[in-house]
């Protein structure tokens, strides 16, 4: 039982946060627990575009979605959402988190953790119905699961169960989606499929950042490239940001300094 | 939480039934409206932490039940000294020292919340602490109320152990109207619980109050740990635990899985209740949760969707089609080497219209394979090529040809072809993909051609078999 944190009230549509941008990020700090640190991050992202967020262990790459998705309480900043304030856009965000994050042995078929992503729309105290099923099955098939429906979720795969989280997260037809290393671990099929799926956001004028760990791929899947480590060390389209210059410097071994008064920082009131 | 059970059961001996030989006959029929009243109560109590124990679980917080029912036991005495400090008598109030009870509860559980935030103390070791600090002052608090004048009527050790058979209507009436309650709630917010079970901080990017459905879940548990304390006592957590780990042996389904522990809630304290009625010195808190232990045994022997039993049952299955797969394989190979002596069996088995095919006619049914080319061939122990033999022969795979000789059916050869088939497929895939010798692949093969299921054949096929048409066998990549 995670206790109820203060959290920052995002500001609304103000100069720093321009509209057009799915997800403005400004100066924003966060320190908080075990996570790394990330200072001052000030980041709009392109519409319409896929993202991807590199970054070497521990550079915080989780913390900036968790921190945008005010999972995490921030120090300081702020973030909008189309130019509006996280709360009221909330329905136009979909979430792919860790799936390490959760417990798989849960009581669910992969047709029924689907469904969950239509949960808020069904609403409070509301049964899930046939067509809320229908959904969840369309989704599904997008990420070639259909066959696998039934299943009890701790009987698919790795790859299969991390499908399994990005057609909730599709299911909710969203127009912001972030997602924690979908890649991470899956199977060759499961990359395709996801690979698939982003193609088909961007077709259809949506936005995705994604937290990649392969340095390979990233030209060939994604549009623009956030470079992470503790700050944002560069920002824009691959061939532009993708540089080595801007990789050593993301790679290149962490700022000592920096490095040092984040543990601080994260260590406050813990001694 | 054993070990003060059996200390308690010391230091209380407990009031039972008077028996004689008609008693076990009126309880069992009912005929007591004490009987009646009791079997209500315990039922209605053991349905209702049925369900709210199956969401505690999978929250993944079943120790906080543990938790509160130790803390609530300072409560009650407290709840009794300040009521007989200000007027005597009314100490033994059951709301008054309900609400006491409540009120530690809750405490604790607010004390742990915070012990987890604002400490680097490990959560198991938080929940430990708070109940040793809880459970260890209501232990000094009872033995003060005990050797106070008003204290040993005050009967405040049924808080302990439990008393149901000093349940009376209006506890009964207390306890439904809680039932109620919680089985609305649990029916409306079953979506939303189980979300929050599942994965919170998904839960919370949709808008979920995250932090406000845990309060209610929490207070749901310290209300039915509270309401349940007279009757079944600390040992309350069992009841809130016990149902929903063993419903988790008989279904996969979270709705079917509140269910089944709502029965086993209500079964249990059913027959825990009607024991302790029967049987004199039997104490009802400990029996209901025996009773329950009972149930848990079962469903962890029985249960059909983990239970050892159904687990072992398929394993034998298993073991009698791995045997199968091998035996038709061997048969199959040792035919294929006849039907082609000269080579290294590599032209391979092209008969796509083996499925329409006569049973005559194909020729992996014309052929006779003695038991000691089996045995040769495998180097399998005769014991249990003969098992296998008598197995294949009871499911039509296999029909005598003579004294020692076994023919392929057709369906055998059908089964035959598929074992071959998923066999070389996977080989092939070790070769090409793997880059496995191939003088290794068939050891590794044998083990895994079993578990393949038609998926995953369906991706060998993709993968390395393009060439290799639907219904037809490849040659084997290495010597046979």
């Known amino acids: ?271 | 939480m054993v070990i003060v059970f059996v200390f308690f059961l010391f230091v209380f001996p407990t009031t039972t039934f008077a028996s004689d030989s008609n008693a076990i006959l009126r309880v069992l029929t009912l005929q007591d409206y004490n009987t009646r009243v009791v079997l209500l109560g315990t039922m209605l109590l053991g349905v209702t932490s049925g369900i709210v124990g199956t969401f505690m679980l999978l929250r993944r917080q079943a120790l906080i039940g543990d938790v509160v029912s130790h803390a609530a036991l300072p409560g009650v005495a407290i709840a009794f000294l300040i009521g007989e400090a200000f007027s005597p008598g009314s100490g033994r109030s059951l709301h008054w020292l309900l609400v006491g009870a409540a009120s530690t509860g809750l405490l604790a559980v607010v004390c742990v919340g915070i012990i987890r935030r604002f400490s680097v103390v490990k959560p198991d070791a938080a929940l430990a602490t708070v109940l040793g600090v809880f459970f260890g002052f209501g232990a000094v608090l009872f033995k003060t109320v005990q050797e106070l004048p008003s204290g040993n009527q005050a009967g405040l050790q049924q808080f302990i152990l439990g008393s149901a058979s000093t349940m009376i209507a209006a506890d009964v009436v207390m306890i439904a109207k809680a039932a109620a309650v919680v089985l609305v709630l649990s029916l409306l917010l079953l979506k939303e619980l189980s979300i929050l079970s599942f994965d919170e901080d998904f839960a919370a990017v949709q808008g979920w109050p995250v932090g406000l459905l845990d309060l209610g879940l929490t207070g749901l548990v310290v209300g039915i740990t509270v309401i349940g304390l007279e009757s079944v006592g600390i040992l309350m957590v069992a009841l809130l635990i016990t149902p929903p780990t063993a419903a988790r042996f008989w279904t996969d389904n979270f709705a079917k899985m509140t269910l089944v522990a709502a029965l086993i809630g209500g079964a249990s304290a059913t027959t825990g209740s009607l024991l302790s009625a029967m049987v004199p010195k039997l104490a009802g808190g400990p029996t209901i949760v025996l009773a329950g232990t009972a149930f848990f045994i079962l469903s962890m022997l029985f249960g059909t969707r983990r239970g050892i039993v159904h687990r072992w049952l398929q394993q034998i299955r298993n073991r009698r089609r791995i045997g199968r797969d091998d035996l038709v394989r061997a048969m199959y190979e040792i035919i294929e080497a006849r039907l082609s002596p000269a080579s290294d069996s590599s032209t391979g088995d092209s008969l796509p219209d083996c499925e329409i095919a006569r049973d005559d006619i194909d020729p992996f049914s014309r052929q006779a394979v003695e038991l000691a080319e089996l045995f040769r061939h495998r180097s399998w122990p005769l014991r249990r090529v003969k098992q296998t033999v008598a197995v294949a022969e009871r499911e039509g795979i296999i029909r005598m040809d003579s004294e020692t000789g076994w023919r392929l059916t057709k369906a055998g050869a059908t089964a035959a072809r598929r074992a071959v088939r998923n066999h070389r497929l996977w080989e092939m895939y070790l070769i090409s993909q793997a880059e496995i010798a191939p003088s290794h692949v068939d050891r590794d093969a044998d083990n895994i051609e079993h578990i393949l299921g038609p998926e995953i054949v369906e991706q060998l096929e993709s993968l390395v078999a393009s060439r290799v048409p639907r219904t037809s066998v490849p040659p084997s990549p290495h010597p046979v």
Do not use: C
């Open chain 1, 1 to 271: 039982m995670e206790p109820e944190t203060q959290r920052p009230e995002p500001a609304g549509s103000d100069d720093v946060h321009p509209a057009w941008s799915p997800l403005s990020i400004h100066d924003m700090t966060v320190a908080y627990h075990r996570q790394p640190v990330l200072w001052d991050i000030d980041y709009d992202a392109s519409p319409g575009k896929l993202i991807a967020i590199v970054g070497p262990n521990g550079a915080g790459k989780s913390t900036l979605i968790k921190a945008a998705l005010n999972l995490v309480p921030t120090i300081s900043g702020s973030v909008a959402v189309f130019g509006d304030s996280y709360r009221k856009q909330r329905g136009r965000v979909g979430y792919v988190p860790q799936r390490s994050s959760v417990d798989w042995d849960f009581p669910v078929n992969a047709l029924e953790a689907v469904t969950m992503g239509l949960y808020r729309k069904i609403g409070w105290f509301r049964p899930v119905r046939k067509q809320h099923r229908q959904l969840a099955m369309k989704a599904l098939v997008r990420v070639g699961m259909q066959d696998y429906a039934m299943r009890q979720i701790s009987q698919l795969s790795g790859g299969q169960q991390q499908r399994v989280f990005l057609a909730r997260a599709l299911a909710q037809d969203s127009d912001l989606y972030l997602m924690d290393e979908p890649f991470a671990g899956v199977d060759a099929a499961t990359e395709r499929a996801i690979v698939d799926v982003l193609r088909g956001l961007q077709q259809d004028g949506k936005t995705a950042l994604v937290v990649h760990h392969d340095l390979q791929t990233v030209a060939e899947y994604f549009d623009e490239v956030i470079l992470l480590n503790l700050r944002l060390i560069a920002s824009g389209p691959v061939k532009e940001v993708f540089t080595t210059e801007n990789l050593r410097a993301t790679y290149g071994g962490k700022l000592a300094l920096l490095d040092e008064v984040s543990h601080r920082m994260t260590m406050r009131g813990e001694s």
